[in-house]
């Protein structure tokens, strides 16, 4: 991910980006940690791990089938293409919402399909390749909701990168050069980030997480995030005075 000089802009919209960046980082935790440990034993989200465990399988690893991260790959392509497509085709300020809407319908279809979430199996066979499909189109969707905070490329469904252009920023920091500034707010964001889906799939673990009707709460929190862009267009990013 290339770091791009900030953009002006209002002040608030570059805080109201990353708090769409932490909430949507929260919530591919949270999803990646349920789906992985009680759904269908990949990560919808985290493809770096399922290239990994792709690969195991293809060199004999005798544990679960790689097909199913074959699979999620391929979903996760899909999404991100079927994203980019449908955003470049809409206003600015309708995009992120828009997208919001098809991430969330995406994950209800999960929940229906499912039914309640029983962590004594994961889904095989058939259902279980509709639900990782849905899941890893949906989080694919969502790589595309927000791409900048504060002139900073962000991702909120894969951290590798982030991870690196953290470490890329405390080489700046340390040292103490020009760009000392500009650094010091990309390590601010891409922290914040990466903690927040840290934080996301500790949740998902957790009592919340495992409660049978877990995936009930991103989609409540992705429905409010995206009444609240289309309500106040202007503060998010894509909008006018966009940061």
């Known amino acids: 991910m290339a770091i791009e000089p900030a953009e002006t802009g209002h002040p608030p919209a570059a805080g109201v980006a990353l708090g769409v960046a932490v909430v949507l980082a929260v919530v591919t935790g949270f999803v990646d940690a349920v789906a992985f440990a009680r759904l269908v034993g990949v990560f919808p989200a985290n493809q770096s791990g399922n290239l990994i465990f792709f690969g195991m399988a293809i060199g004999g690893w005798p544990g679960p089938s790689g097909w199913r991260n074959a699979v999620a790959i391929g979903g996760y392509v899909v999404g991100v293409t079927l994203a980019f497509a449908v955003g470049r085709r809409l206003p600015r300020a309708r995009r992120g919402p828009v997208l919001l809407a098809v991430e969330l319908a995406l994950l209800v279809a999960v929940i229906v399909v499912a039914g309640p979430i029983d962590s004594s199996h994961l889904r095989g066979g058939a259902e279980g390749m509709v639900l990782i499909v849905l899941l890893s189109v949906a989080m694919g969707v969502q790589t595309e909701v927000i791409t900048r905070v504060a002139g900073i490329m962000v991702a909120t469904t894969y951290e590798t990168g982030a991870i690196t252009r953290a470490g890329e920023a405390v080489t700046r920091l340390l040292r103490r ?67």
């Open 177 to 243: 050069d020009g760009s000392m500034g500009r650094a010091d707010r990309q390590f601010a964001v891409l922290f914040f980030v990466v903690a927040a889906y840290v934080g996301g799939a500790a949740v998902g673990v957790s009592a919340l997480g495992e409660w049978r009707w877990a995936l009930f709460l991103p989609c409540a929190v992705l429905a409010a995030l995206a009444a609240c862009w289309l309500a106040r267009p202007q503060q998010f990013p894509g909008g006018a005075g966009d940061g």
